[in-house]
């Protein structure tokens, strides 16, 4: 079973993507690392932590896709377990600070003391262990998506209402977060950190390794993702989303499926979160923004959904696009956002590499016909001449 699993995700050219990905994880670092400043070949460790935001973000629009693209369902509130991974990564960051904050506290981190709290919350407990924390980082926004899922799909929640509810859950957690009581650090959010695993975030070296991580993770998660769908579980998946009402005819409990994939998703984006916040040293209730949600959207969508390589490709092009233009002309970047998720929807449809594979198939398709037709007309070649012989 684990084989076989094991050998659907290796299929294709999944495996050509998740080894590219491995390969950056070794070559940029290396780059960074190795290289003397001055070379034509290094890389600057902001241009590393640029594209290690990317990646995080490519992991995210995969996340989607899988519910999205294969299963039917339009989430516009994954940017709440995005986010929900971020702060379950910056509680541990923030226990590692100890006495080095602002005022001194070994136990309570800054915001704490600043509102003159006496005692940390139980639910910060266990954050200073690193073990615990990568498993809050699964479980917060994996136990979200159940408990989200469950009341929405048995009450059979469909198409647009359920995006509706989905974007009001990531706007609500954004208004809880941005309370002080809290206990999240309410409009400032979590930032100041210093360490992760006794190395401090801000050397080269640690960035160079979160990097590495993020390459690799979103190549691992590829690899799940195409295990899943390319198994009987994706293809009764495919059929949830193209025709739920037969599958259910079929005997599938639909709830069940949709469910699980639900939580696989909400995990995978988790992951992405807390690899994000390290890098970019902050996490505050900003990104539960249903904005956010509804970029990932826009980066699937161009990138092509159903594809699972294509949103990778899609939300790294759009978020260095998002680089240039914020930069360059901050005040068009919205405008150019809306014309690009437009453009897609009217001309590209299927997205960058949903275009390319149907390319593909149509060429493929055109080529196997003429063969068809080149051997019939053999066919009545041979036939003439018999009958010219007789």
Not at 196 to 205: K, N, P, R, Y
Not at 298 to 322: D, E, H, M, S, Y
Not at 340 to 347: E, G, S
Request: net charge positive.
């Amino acid at each position: 079973m684990i084989t076989g699993f094991i050998l659907r995700a290796l299929e294709g050219k999944i495996v050509i993507a998740a080894a590219i990905l491995l390969g950056i994880a070794i070559l940029v670092p290396a780059l960074n690392l190795l290289t003397p400043l001055d070379s034509a070949l290094h890389i600057p460790t902001y241009i590393m932590a640029l594209m290690g935001k990317y990646l995080c973000y490519a992991l995210l629009a995969l996340a989607l896709d899988l519910v999205w693209g294969y299963c039917g369902i339009l989430s516009l509130g994954h940017g709440a377990f995005f986010a929900l991974g971020g702060y379950a990564m910056g509680m541990y960051l923030m226990r590692q600070i100890g006495s080095r904050g602002v005022y001194g506290n070994p136990v309570l981190p800054d915001f704490m003391v600043f509102l003159n709290w006496k005692e940390l919350p139980w639910f910060w407990y266990g954050f200073d262990w690193f073990g615990f924390a990568m498993l809050m980082v699964l479980f917060v926004p994996g136990l979200l998506a159940f408990v989200f899922g469950w009341f929405a799909f048995r009450s059979r929640v469909n198409g647009v209402y359920l995006s509706i509810i989905t974007q009001a859950m990531t706007y609500a957690l954004m208004l809880a977060f941005f309370r002080n009581d809290m206990g999240f650090g309410g409009n400032n959010g979590l930032t100041d950190f210093k360490d992760i695993l006794g190395f401090s975030v801000q050397a080269d070296g640690t960035r160079a390794v979160l990097f590495a991580m993020s390459a690799i993770m979103l190549a691992l998660c590829l690899l799940i993702a195409s295990a899943i769908t390319r198994s009987k579980f994706g293809k009764v998946l495919v059929g949830v989303r193209d025709a739920e009402s037969r599958v259910r005819f079929l005997g599938f409990r639909v709830e069940n499926i949709k469910l699980f994939t639900f939580v696989v998703s909400a995990m995978m984006a988790g992951i992405a979160g807390a690899l994000f916040v390290p890098q970019v040293g902050i996490i505050n209730p900003g990104e539960f923004a249903p904005a956010n949600s509804i970029e990932v959207v826009v980066w699937t969508a161009v990138g092509g959904r159903g594809t699972l390589i294509g949103p990778i490709i899609g939300a790294i092009l759009v978020n260095a696009g998002k680089s240039f233009f914020t930069g360059a002309f901050p005040e068009f970047w919205l405008y150019a956002l809306g014309g690009l998720f437009i453009a897609v929807t009217l001309f590209l449809p299927k997205g960058i590499v949903g275009t390319i594979q149907h390319g593909f198939k149509a060429r493929k398709a055109l080529k196997a016909a003429a063969e068809a037709e080149k051997g019939r007309g053999n066919e009545q070649t041979v036939v003439q001449a018999a009958q010219a012989a007789e």
